[in-house]
């Protein structure tokens, strides 16, 4: 049979980017079509490979745009089925370059077929070993639901995912839409459906070594342990309503001031983001008062316990910082069901087996208080900050219902509502109390919450990875083998 050239440098170069120079090793680059006839190019539009990611193993593939739309046949999917089940084996993360219009309209039920293994072995993967997809070009069908099912969801600035492409959407409803509006990283970033944007494909491999260096496997970023240089209290005003980016917190307690914010687009409330604490790998969960005064809402505990779930499935510490007025009331959010999110949100911090910490910076109220990885949700260890204020909710809120006659019928009623807020909120808010009743487990200087933080997180020992293997230790390949493949 004689075959067309075999895929394009592109998808080839993408990998290479990704992989430690001299160390990719491609294979099944000779299989092809049975269906296609003098059509048929080797390697059916796929690129699968191991290689090394600062010298750790890796698996990757990479799919060819520019062979029938990067569509996914019969061979093109043993392929990638192949280099998911030698992941299963090995333990080694998973990265894909998806450039897909689906599957492949000349092999019909083969290429749905074809998806559906893929689809099958991404589950059975998920939360095991890393999964990474790195959506590069335009991706429709099924290669958008592949890359759905996987850890982690990465696009660049010329790709673009939907489940039906604009001449689709034209033909049955009349909406004339770009595949940019209809599915580009601008869409997808504020959804949740990516998780990080690279304005390249070369910037996306980066992307991708830096957030392998954060999970099991992965080789840590080159940044001596080490603080930022300046207190975590100089970036938070004390007075409880001005804003601040709590990013700038993070950088304060993390080495060298680095964090890799995961979802940043998506309900900008919360914060989530990946780190290192004295050189250990960390989830970052926080409020955000930047937005919304880091109130907590729908879309923000959907994120939140996303989240979690993935620090605890790749067994990494949870560090949590709140500064929260509560969650956001009214009739949007409760049509958003902010309920059953909110309650994702608590059953994922109760349910998460990683150790973690709970940081209280200014103030935690309500439900906002619980769902944040309390002391009696979970939390190994909670620290407060001297001037944090910890109730049922805020001080100026609570006399406006208990001593509301009373405020109505004072001389100053603004006057009055202020001296009876600042009554109980020594009276019932403050965090020495809090540390009482045992609901914090010690104030904090700001200045010793890093030094706390390491602590903490020492007694619990540095690999909480390894229960997180999917196959027993003595099943699994090893884990070097895959780079000589």
Known sequence: MTFEPSTSNVAQRRLEALCDPGSLRVFRSGVASRRLGGRARAGDGVVTASGLVGGQPVLCYSQDGTYLGGSLGEMHAESIVKLLRLAGRTGAPVVGFIESGGARLQEGLAALAGYSRIFSEHV???????????????????????????????????????????????????????????????????????????????????????????????????????????????VVPSESRRVYDVRDVVRAI????RLLEWSRQWARNLMCAFTRIDGRAVGVVANQPAHLGGVLCAESASKGAAFVRTCDAFGLPLVVLVDTPGFLPGTKQEQRAVIRHGAKLVHAFAAAS?????????????????????????ADYVFAWPEAQLGVMGAHQAVGIIHR?????????????????????????????????????EVIAPTETRDRLIAALSGFGRDQSQRFQGAEPDSQMSLSSTASL
């Open 254 to 257: 993390a080495d060298g001031g």
């Open 124 to 234: 059975r993967l998920s939360g095991v070993v890393p999964q990474v997809s790195v959506i590069c070009g335009a991706s429709a069908g099924g290669g958008c639901y592949a890359p759905a099912l996987t850890d982690f969801v990465v696009m660049t600035e010329q790709a673009s995912m939907f489940l039906t492409g604009p001449d689709v959407v034209r033909e049955i409803t009349g909406e004339d839409v770009t595949m940019s509006a209809l599915g580009g990283w601008r869409v997808h970033a504020r959804t949740g459906v990516c998780h990080f944007t690279a304005a390249s494909d070369a910037a996306a491999a980066d992307l991708v070594r830096e957030l392998l260096g954060h999970l099991p496997g992965g080789a840590p970023p080159a940044v001596a342990p080490g603080p930022a240089g300046f207190p975590p209290d100089a």
């Open 405 to 441: 006659r009373e405020i109505a019928g004072a001389d100053d009623a603004e006057l009055s509502h202020a001296v009876l807020a600042e009554r109980y909120a020594a009276e019932h808010l403050s965090a020495e109390l809090a540390a009482v009743d045992g609901h914090v487990d």
């Open 354 to 378: 990683v150790p973690s910490c709970t940081v209280i910076l200014r103030k935690a109220f309500g439900g906002a208080f619980i769902a944040m990885n309390s002391r009696d949700l979970g």
